[in-house]
């Protein structure tokens, strides 16, 4: 008895240490696409996101000012300035006259350039070139440094997105997409789980061996068809194609299967004693399925609302075809997708934009996660 109690208590530790792993596993890149979202492009550049709360080091480069600059103090030609802005944080480590090394002169010593030529540069970014005779040209020496960054988080990266990359447009098509294609999938598959679980009818078993089977349907192979039916039904009526009205539809045949056989497993193990009191005061089917089913079946609407809304959301195939990639259809994961190809060096703009992809599932999984694992023990109500 005591090895078993020891076993179960191992069992148990041993599940809450996986699912912690796997949360972590999850977590740290949500993370890390928060953080870089936040942080300044040049930073993002040079370092990484676990490196956002320390100083980094980055190279940089300026110019002297040229002759017509110069001033004459003790028999010397000296040339003055600064090479950061005055808002400007960095704090300038080492500096040198040649790219191959940027780091020749600790910040604060002078360097002797040749010919008594002198330059020294501040940890503040001010410096001070000094020669023998008078400078000559309007170009001044160039100057590489390294310097220490202190962190910085900004929202200017959402702003550019949301405002300058069109990403608003799109977030708000992804929404026009998205909610009816979760809701007009909930609402036919209700009533068929309820039909197939509770009501006797000819082919019904057949047509649950259709539902089963066409869960095995790639989504690749059945785009073609479908689109071709579309448009053709579409030309008989008079319907344009690429219209919401399409890729609703889509969605809907799409996460269909699926719904109904989630569902209708949860719906037949309802306790049958409920159903037959419900006949025996007189109820209808429909009766019975507005106000006893659905009420008891809200946990597996709830789960099936979210697989059906995150595979919506993120969907990116269906979308482009159904829909098409015009500036005012385009929906959020092919903005970003069209980001990605012109501005893949922007990790500052890719970052922001992913992660405000998935603040909106995010919402929706942990609005509806109480009822997820409720919802998806198809099966485990029992009568009282």
Do not use: C
Not at 172 to 200: C, D, E, G, Q, R
Not at 311 to 339: C, H, R, Y
């Amino acid at each position: 008895m005591a090895a078993t109690a020891g076993k179960g208590f191992a069992a148990r530790w041993g599940v809450h240490i996986a699912v912690l792993l796997i949360v972590i596993v999850w977590t740290i890149p949500t993370l890390g696409i928060l953080v870089s979202s936040l942080r300044d492009r040049d930073q993002i550049a040079v370092s990484g996101w676990w490196t956002a709360l320390t100083t980094s080091a980055q190279t940089g480069q300026g110019r002297t000012e040229g002759a017509d600059a110069q001033v004459e103090q003790n028999g010397r030609f000296v040339i003055a300035g600064n090479l950061l802005e005055e808002d400007d944080a960095r704090v300038i480590r080492s500096f040198g006259t040649r790219i191959q090394n940027p780091t020749e002169h600790e910040a604060g010593t002078a360097a002797d350039l040749g010919d008594g030529v002198t330059l020294q540069v501040n940890e503040d970014g001010s410096y001070e070139q000094s020669s023998p005779t008078a400078f000559e040209g309007n170009r001044g020496q160039r100057i590489f440094f390294e310097a220490a960054t202190p962190p910085r988080f900004t929202t200017e990266n959402y702003r550019t997105v949301l405002f300058s990359e069109g990403i608003g447009r799109s977030f708000i098509n992804s929404l026009t997409v998205t909610i009816p294609a979760t809701i007009i999938p909930i609402l036919i598959a209700a009533f068929a789980a309820y039909a197939l679980a509770w009501m006797k009818f000819p082919g019904r078993a057949i047509l649950i061996a259709v539902v089963i089977g066409l869960l095995v349907v790639p989504l690749q192979m059945s785009l073609i068809p479908l689109l071709k039916l579309y448009n053709g039904v579409g030309t008989f009526f008079g319907v344009p194609a690429k219209t919401y009205l399409g890729i609703w539809l889509a969605h809907t045949g799409f996460g269909l299967p699926f719904a109904i056989y989630l569902l209708r497993s949860y719906i037949a193990g309802l306790p049958r004693e409920i159903m037959e009191s419900a006949r025996i005061d007189g109820a209808s089917d429909f009766e019975i399925f507005v106000k006893i089913v659905l009420p008891l079946s809200f946990p597996v609407l709830a789960s099936f609302a979210i697989f059906q809304f995150l595979w919506v959301w993120n969907d990116l195939l269906v979308a482009m075809v159904f829909l098409g990639s015009g500036s005012n259809q385009l929906v959020l994961t092919g903005k970003l997708n069209a980001l990605l190809g012109s501005r893949g060096g922007d990790w500052e703009i890719l970052t922001t934009s992913a992660f405000i992809t998935i603040i909106v599932p995010l919402i929706v999984f942990f609005s509806l996660q109480r009822y997820f694992v409720r919802g998806l023990l198809a099966g485990s109500v029992k009568g009282g």
